[in-house]
T-cell receptor
Framework: SQKIEQNSEALNIQEGKTATLTCNYTNYSPAYLQWYRQDPGRGPVFLLLIRENEKEKRKERLKVTFDTTLKQSLFHITASQPADSATYLCALDWGKLQFGAGTQVVVTP | NAGVTQTPKFQVLKTGQSMTLQCAQDMNHEYMSWYRQDPGMGLRLIHYSVGAGITDQGEVPNGYNVSRSTTEDFPLRLLSAAPSQTSVYFC???????????FGPGTRLTVL
């Protein structure tokens, strides 16, 4: 069965720095991969989608890469702000959307 | 647009009780799904529907039933609640099966 791995340890980062999150998966590559943000007590909110034939996608201060050889996606938040503090989930579509457990990001002033 | 709404926000049940979690969306989305979220395990798909009258099982369907009589509503029924069903439940909808998912605010369920 397919598995998704996201770092379970919180990422503590100083304001203004770049936060980089990893999403690793096993078996074959999905058609596309999505990233979501989740704040405490709320439902996930969609951020970015990247397809298997795309290497990189950007949206404002966010950047996602998708390496099907490494079976890995990287999610970058540049010029991070305290408001970026949240849990970030990756989700892969293998016929049904499957979510990783998420990585918490804490941005300190 | 209200988006995806869920009721109730919180619920406490005793083992063996049954209940229905409500989910509604006003975006005319065909695809709707139910997830449960447990600490350290991420979101797990319970059931999903690709349109009115069509439902299918996800990763963890046991103990849950769904139906989809209209495009807007997708209720989740717990037949006989068990402590293992203590979790936060999220409903989501999307235009199609592979599209961006819009999530509701969640229902926090505790089974004693």
């Amino acid at each position: 069965s397919q598995k998704i791995e996201q770092n379970s340890e919180a990422l503590n980062i100083q304001e203004g720095k770049t936060a980089t999150l990893t999403c690793n998966y096993t078996n074959y590559s999905p058609a596309y991969l999505q990233w979501y943000r989740q704040d405490p007590g709320r439902g996930p909110v969609f951020l970015l989608l990247i397809r298997e034939n795309e290497k990189e996608k950007r949206k404002e201060r966010l950047k996602v890469t998708f390496d099907t050889t490494l079976k890995q996606s990287l999610f970058h938040i540049t010029a991070s702000q305290p408001a970026d503090s949240a849990t970030y989930l990756c989700a892969l579509d293998w016929g049904k959307l499957q979510f990783g457990a998420g990585t918490q990001v804490v941005v300190t002033p | 647009n209200a988006g995806v709404t869920q009721t109730p926000k919180f619920q406490v049940l005793k083992t063996g009780q049954s209940m229905t979690l409500q989910c509604a969306q006003d975006m005319n989305h065909e695809y709707m799904s139910w997830y449960r979220q447990d600490p350290g395990m991420g979101l797990r798909l319970i059931h999903y529907s690709v349109g009115a009258g069509i439902t299918d099982q996800g990763e963890v369907p046991n103990g849950y039933n769904v139906s989809r009589s209209t495009t807007e509503d997708f209720p989740l029924r717990l037949l006989s609640a068990a402590p293992s069903q203590t979790s936060v439940y999220f409903c989501a909808s999307s235009q199609g099966k592979g599209d961006t998912q819009y999530f509701g605010p969640g229902t926090r369920l505790t089974v004693l």
